[in-house]
């Protein structure tokens, strides 16, 4: 038998092909098929149909996962079927179902549970449709129906409810399933399991794939064979054509939405005549203000009639189109709702913010999470003021002040002002960023590092592997599950609330001891009284900056009282991080121009206060302040305060405190120290108020402030290196700094230690 080899030659719309026997050196075949051009319809087509498969799938494993569940539980049942869904979905509401009723319901909801608008545009469908679907469904749902009740109703006056008039959102189906599990008798972790089964839904920025089914086009690749995790929305924004190593803007960005808006406004003329400057600003008045400005808003502004004006980008029925403000308009409604909108002025900030929920979360959902925290306190553990890109430090003053004696500081200095820090950092006595300068600035050094290796946000450290006293894994974790890497080094620069990764590295045998630190709370005081202290009849002179101070005492009992971090016209911040825990930092931005001025006022704790010799007594010292604060505020992550004078009179204030924080709660902080703490602090109020006369009058005291340093410190030799090989722990977490520059400058001493090789 001979040998033949096949040629194929693949185009774009054809197919070449030859067929050559190989043994008689002769073609045996050739030619070439042509195929018809693909035209836009078609790829609608196939997108639409690929989407129904992705449906299909998603749903067919959704389901597969609950029948699972079920199972192992004990309730699934092959032939729930037999049931009425819609009946027993009603039935669960009010009452406890049997096993078999409850598999019926549970099974449909997941069958058919919703739909959401990021899902709409992954799968083409007609978003406008929808929408005014969703409208008449949610208007049904208004007088506290639920869904079941609604399609039991069409089913029963009907005999049908299938079709585009049953799209309900998922959040409606999850709201009912929430309903009839309050009346069955299931654990609360099942409960949970069964209502994240029927909720869940691939983030967007993950795309396709996992870390076990890597693929081109998700944020799994494989590359040259090795894993590689890369972060999808960038790579999708693409780089600047101008700076190209700046990413593109995010399209919702209030800046990329002002391009499109002048765009807009430049094309058009009124009679014949171009808008004028002084027109423009007056059109984005209205936007800064409302957060939008519709075509009938902007018409009526510049005094015209439609048919006055040419120049409109028009849509599909031929209606004069003008740029919406979707991102800002989304932002601001949030911060209005809150008081808040004046952080907005500054439209960096508004960048900043639609560019974190872009590379994150889509703004849509994301303004979900921040409504929810803002009105109930509901907290996520993995992303707050502690925990995320620039940890602590990027919510809080930026402070750049040290007593370190080092050569070093000028570095750090110079790499945060050539990252985008206000040039008098360079040569101000008491430097600072802000947080509002911050941000950017955290974020041009992460760009920076990316250039040389990895930033994995939403990426925990979980476990070390170590043999023979030796690094040589680590165990991580993100959305997609846990994975080892291999390493031999690591730089353990953690904050000093990592307290989970505390208890994992003591399980690990790594070296901690106990050590001294500082609990209190914050002290807030208007601006305009620092302001008259510290300056005299000079206090409200243009030229002169928020006045800050500095205090610090002794008691009778030899315990050391003293202000950290204070931060001139700026805002005491919910910095929570642990669930039923509460703790408060302070932060302000750059030009310090907020009304009131707060500071920490601590007292000094030692190992003996913490009642135990374990090396992380003094974190469960905290957790104990903080879990007592939590309470002392309601339990709803509000923050308790108390005006000074009642404080040091041990009751509980009758009236309505005004702070910087929208969510507090009256309560007698005397109940949140231990006495002897209580003791010291009150006595050393009164001193400082010999230094700043009236400092306890007309101030308030919000708590608890107990993450001032950290609680405990790892050992580490001359190297800089743990008593585990290859494990190297710095900055203020390991309890070797004391603020930003003392951490970096940490950090810059432990880069030289290991590129010299001293191990």
Not at 584 to 605: E, F
Not at 606 to 622: C, E, K, N, R, W
Request: hydrophobic share 30%; aromatic share 8%.
């Amino acid at each position: 038998m001979s040998r033949y080899v096949l040629g194929l030659d693949i185009g774009i719309t054809s197919v070449g092909y030859g067929v050559i026997d190989v043994d008689n050196d002769l073609f045996v075949d050739y030619g070439v098929r042509l195929f018809k051009e693909g035209t836009a319809a078609e790829n609608e087509t196939r997108r639409t149909k690929r989407g129904s498969r992705r449906l299909k799938r998603r749903k067919s494993n959704r389901l597969n996962d609950m029948k699972n569940l079920l199972k192992k539980n004990d309730l699934y049942f092959d032939n729930y079927r037999n049931y009425n869904p819609y009946e027993m979905r009603v039935k669960g509401l009010n009452e406890k179902l049997s096993s078999k009723e409850l598999c019926t319901a549970i099974m449909h909801i997941t069958k058919s549970r919703g739909t959401t608008l990021e899902v709409l545009a992954d799968e083409s469908q007609d978003d406008e449709g929808t929408k005014a679907t969703l409208s008449k469904n949610a208007k049904e749902l208004s007088n506290g129906k639920y869904v079941c009740e609604v399609q039991l109703d069409r089913l029963n006056n009907n005999h049908r409810i299938r079709g585009a008039e049953n799209n309900f959102k998922t959040e409606d189906y999850v709201k009912e399933l929430k309903e009839i599990l309050k009346h069955q008798d299931l654990n609360e972790e099942l409960c949970n399991q069964i209502i994240e089964m029927v909720s869940r839904r691939r983030r967007y920025d993950q795309g396709p794939g996992s870390e076990k089914s890597p693929t081109p086009y998700g944020s799994y690749r494989l590359v040259d064979g090795v894993l590689k995790h890369v972060n999808l929305i960038d790579e999708m924004r693409g780089r600047c054509s101008v700076y190209p190593n700046e990413f593109r803007a995010p399209k919702q960005s209030y800046t990329a939405e002002l391009f499109n808006l002048l765009n807009d406004l430049n094309n058009l003329t009124i009679k014949g005549e171009k808008i004028t400057v002084e027109e423009k600003k007056k059109v984005i008045a209205v936007v800064n203000e409302k957060g939008n400005i519709t075509v009938k808003q902007l018409l009526k502004l510049l005094d015209a009639q439609e048919d006055e004006v040419t120049g409109f980008r028009i849509d599909k029925n031929d209606k004069p189109l003008i740029t919406e403000f979707k991102g800002y308009s989304k932002v601001l409604k949030v911060f209005k709702k809150y008081n808040q909108q004046e952080l907005l002025e500054d439209k960096l900030i508004v960048d900043q913010v639609i560019d974190i929920c872009t590379k994150s979360k889509g703004i849509d959902e994301r303004k979900k999470d921040i409504d929810t925290y803002l009105e109930t306190g509901k907290l996520n553990t993995q992303s707050n003021v502690q925990f995320g890109e620039g940890g602590a430090g990027t919510f809080s003053d930026g402070k750049l002040t040290t007593g370190i004696k080092d050569y070093r500081k000028q570095f750090v200095l110079n790499t945060f002002y050539e990252h985008g820090a206000s040039e008098d950092i360079l040569y101000l006595n008491k430097p600072h960023l802000g947080t509002d300068v911050l941000i950017n600035v955290v974020k041009n050094i992460r760009k920076d590092i990316e250039k040389c290796g990895d930033v994995r946000f939403e990426t925990k450290l979980v476990d070390i592997i170590i043999e023979d006293n030796q690094l040589k894994e680590v165990v991580l974790e993100n959305n997609e599950g846990t994975y080892k890497e291999k390493v031999d080094q690591l730089v353990l620069a953690i904050g000093h609330s990592a307290r989970k990764t505390y208890e994992m590295l003591y399980q690990k045998q790594l070296e901690i001891s106990q050590k001294a630190f500082a609990v209190g709370m914050r002290i807030e005081h208007s601006q305009e009284f620092i302001n008259k202290n510290q300056y005299g009849k000079f206090y409200d002179h243009p030229a002169l900056k928020a006045a800050d101070y500095k205090l610090a005492v002794h008691t009778s009992q030899k315990r050391g009282v003293y202000t950290f971090c204070m931060c001139p016209g700026g805002y005491v911040m919910n910095a929570a991080s642990e669930e039923k825990r509460l703790v408060v930092n302070g932060m302000s931005n750059y030009k310090r121009d907020n009304k009131y001025a707060n500071s920490a006022i601590l007292v000094n704790v030692t190992p003996d206060d913490f009642g135990s010799s374990h090396p992380l007594a003094g974190m469960y010292f905290q957790r104990k302040l903080e879990e007592k604060a939590f309470e002392l505020g309601g339990s709803d992550y509000s923050i308790p305060v108390q005006r000074v004078e009642d404080y040091l009179e041990n009751k509980e204030s009758k009236e309505k405190i005004e702070t910087s924080l929208k969510r507090v709660k009256n309560a007698n902080l005397n109940a949140l120290l231990p006495e002897i703490l209580n003791i010291n602090l009150k006595e050393g109020l009164l001193l400082m108020n010999n230094k700043i006369n009236g400092f306890t009058s007309d101030a308030t005291l919000l708590g608890v402030e107990s993450r001032s340093s950290a609680p405990i410190r790892f050992y580490r030799d001359d190297n800089m290196e743990s008593n585990i090989k290859g494990i190297y722990p710095i900055g203020e977490g390991a309890g070797y700094a004391g603020g930003i520059m003392s951490s970096a400058i940490d950090g810059l001493k432990c880069s030289e230690v290991l590129l010299k090789g001293e191990r």
